[in-house]
């Protein structure tokens, strides 16, 4: 016992303890938002539509390679527009892997349809192609997928099962921004998809997201859904003399303040990444020696494509998660876990069902540690995580 702790108070000096708390996530501040804002404060335009709202999708659409996409508050709100975009409902059913954000599972159950879960690739986190395949029946509407930390799914397979069946493809692309994958961009595979630009995400304004729509027979309605069911967006082209209301939908456009922000956050995308990037590969580099000795699996996208969007770690057992994350936090380190399987909640047992036990997906989840990463990280901050990371050992954290 007093072996373990000389140990521990050796790591503590050299991890300097004191030190500011590292946390595991921090809002990005580019150089424009305040001057956007304040263009916003002294205009009387502050409701969505304006000139940073028509900015910051432009600059979307560039970084996507998408033909139409729409600003929305969330990407929750945008997953929602999806489910009424392809009519799903009552009798229907719509495969999602079941390690996601509840968020994709809610814009499918408030429709009445009834979600059937599937299991994840464990090297990746991404939807397992076989059990899509295994999953269709004659009920489905649509297969929903997500890019886990911006690392591809199989587009080739998940392309093709959709093409076989006629089952649209939504993408959720919350951790994937301008991604390339060949020829091919994230965000331009499904039919529908979606973005996130909440504040942990990689460019963002506070809360927000964005509908990209990759068929263009639904544009015109995606823009009645998201002006509260009204044909506004065509009254302020100047399509008909006045607007009124045409269909169900709701307030989903983002405002002008929001958009202030991310049209900044946009423009700077490029050196954001060049710095998440950084923090990513030192990760790779200097954590692969300690994981190989520990019996601990670094985070390997194939390829080398992913989004620097996270960063995570597979211990050896369920046991080691919660074991690095406290030795992380007595150094002031705050690492986390991810997403609880949405096919062991309770809402998912309700709303969804499964072929068979996911166990990959319970797997993943309890073993999966994730490190701090964000673009104003310094070297010494990125310094203390890995060392951190590296002096524990099974043995004296438990």
């Not at 994230?186 to 979606?194: A, C, F, R």
């Not at 989840?365 to 990125?382: K, Q």
């Amino acid at each position: 016992m007093q072996q373990k702790s000389a140990h521990l108070t050796t790591v503590q000096q050299r991890l300097g303890h004191q030190a500011e708390v590292i946390p595991f996530s921090r809002p990005m501040k580019t150089a424009r938002e305040l001057s956007n804002l304040e263009r916003v404060l002294n205009s009387d335009h502050a409701h969505g539509d304006g000139v940073f709202t028509r900015s910051a999708t432009r600059r979307l659409r560039s970084l996507t390679g998408v033909g139409h996409a729409l600003l929305t508050t969330s990407c929750t709100h945008a997953l929602e527009m999806a489910s009424q975009l392809l009519g799903i409902g009552p009798g229907d059913e719509v495969i999602l892997p079941s390690f996601t954000f509840p968020s994709a599972a809610n814009a499918i159950a408030m429709t009445g349809a009834r979600i059937v879960f599937v299991d994840i690739d464990p090297e990746t986190g991404n939807v397992d192609p076989q059990q899509v395949a295994e999953a269709v029946g004659p009920n489905t509407k649509a297969l929903s997928v997500m890019h886990y930390g911006g690392v591809p799914v199989d587009l080739d397979a998940i392309s093709a099962i959709g093409a076989f069946h006629g089952i649209p493809v939504i993408e959720d692309n919350a951790h994937g921004l301008a991604v390339r994958v060949g020829e091919r961009m994230l965000g331009g595979i499904g039919s529908l998809s979606t973005q996130s630009f909440h504040d942990t995400k990689n460019v963002h304004c506070g809360e927000g997201g964005a509908l990209l729509i990759n068929d263009a027979s639904l544009v015109e309605k995606a823009e009645i859904i998201r002006e509260k069911g009204t044909n506004r967006s065509q009254f302020l082209r100047g399509e008909v003399d006045k607007y009124s209301w045409v269909a169900l939908g709701s307030s989903y456009l983002m405002s002008e303040f929001n958009a202030a922000v991310l049209d900044s956050q946009l423009d700077e995308f490029e050196s954001i990444q060049a710095r998440r990037l950084a923090v990513w590969t030192r990760y790779s580099a200097e954590l692969q020696e300690w994981a190989g000795e520990s019996g601990v699996r670094v985070m390997n996208p194939a390829q080398g494509i992913h989004a620097a969007h996270l960063f995570f770690l597979v211990m050896p057992d369920w046991e080691s998660q919660a074991l690095l994350i406290a030795h992380l936090r007595r150094f002031g380190v705050m690492a986390t876990f991810h997403y609880v399987p949405l096919d062991s909640s309770p809402a998912g047992r309700r709303f969804g069902r499964v072929l068979r036990p996911l166990t990959q997906s319970e797997d993943f989840s309890r073993r999966l540690v994730r490190l701090p990463l964000w673009p104003g990280m310094t070297d010494d901050e990125v310094s203390r995580v890995i060392a951190g990371v590296t002096s524990y050992e099974r043995s004296t954290a438990s």
